[in-house]
């Protein structure tokens, strides 16, 4: 330990407020510790400050969960997430696959799914991850299937219809059915969507930036500002 003045040499705390700040200093108590270590003792401060911070800031936890048999809602979903993410450091997203125990790879795994879907068959899926009642909101991803939505993704809806109070919906498809889905995942839910967005598969493959990227950022941006609002 040394008293103000003697640290002078030390680049780190060649200043002595910042001496006396961050240790306490008081005419009371002239000792102080040094030994060049303020930078660090400045960063432990500022990351202190920072978590103080942040617990007291409203911290929005969402929940993206998608069933998605090609990739392709999986591909909206996770820039979903992303867009969330980089919209405002509060909040914090978790990403969720819904994965269907029924086979539906192949042309006879995809033909069975239509069926199932179309004849609101139900289907298992595997055990889910994440706490669904712990979210402030959830987003659940589907892909079209005869004008409805996904096996899957119903199970989801139905599974945890009592944790689902804000939800929005999102729907990749081919041509069209989008309303059918978002009208499916509403019963199943039992809750009404805050926000939906309809894409086709072939603009998110695309990458087509007027009919799949900022349809897709505008829809993660407000939901991020309904929960700020």
């Known amino acids: 330990k040394v008293t103000p003045g003697e640290c002078r040499g030390h680049r780190q705390c060649s200043r002595l407020c910042h001496a006396w700040m961050l240790s306490g200093y008081s005419p ?3 000792e102080i510790p040094c030994a060049g270590r303020w930078g660090g003792h400045r960063r432990r401060m500022r990351i202190r400050s920072a978590h103080r911070i942040r617990s007291e800031v409203a911290v929005m936890r969402a929940l993206v969960g998608y069933y998605s048999r090609t990739g392709v809602t999986k591909k909206v979903c996770n820039a979903i997430a992303d867009v969330m993410r980089a ?12 994965v269907d125990t029924t086979d539906r790879e192949g042309v006879l795994g995809y033909a069975r799914g239509g069926k199932d879907a179309m004849l609101k068959k139900p289907t298992e899926i595997e055990p889910v991850q994440a706490d669904v009642a712990s979210f402030d909101a959830v987003v659940i991803g589907t892909p079209v299937w005869a004008f409805t939505c996904a096996p899957a993704a119903r199970a989801f809806c139905e599974q945890f219809a009592g944790d689902l109070d804000t939800v929005a919906f999102v729907a990749t498809m081919g041509g069209s059915g989008d309303q059918g889905a978002f009208e499916a995942l509403e019963q199943y839910c039992g809750a009404k969507p805050v926000e939906t967005l309809s ?5 998110v493959k695309a990458d087509h930036p007027v009919n799949y990227v900022a349809p897709m950022e505008a829809f993660a941006k407000e939901l991020v500002a309904r929960h700020d609002a």
């Open 87 to 98: 919209a405002d450091d509060t909040v914090e997203v978790q990403v969720e696959e819904i």
């Open 28 to 30: 009371a108590r002239p």
């Open 199 to 203: 894409l086709r598969e072939r603009d």
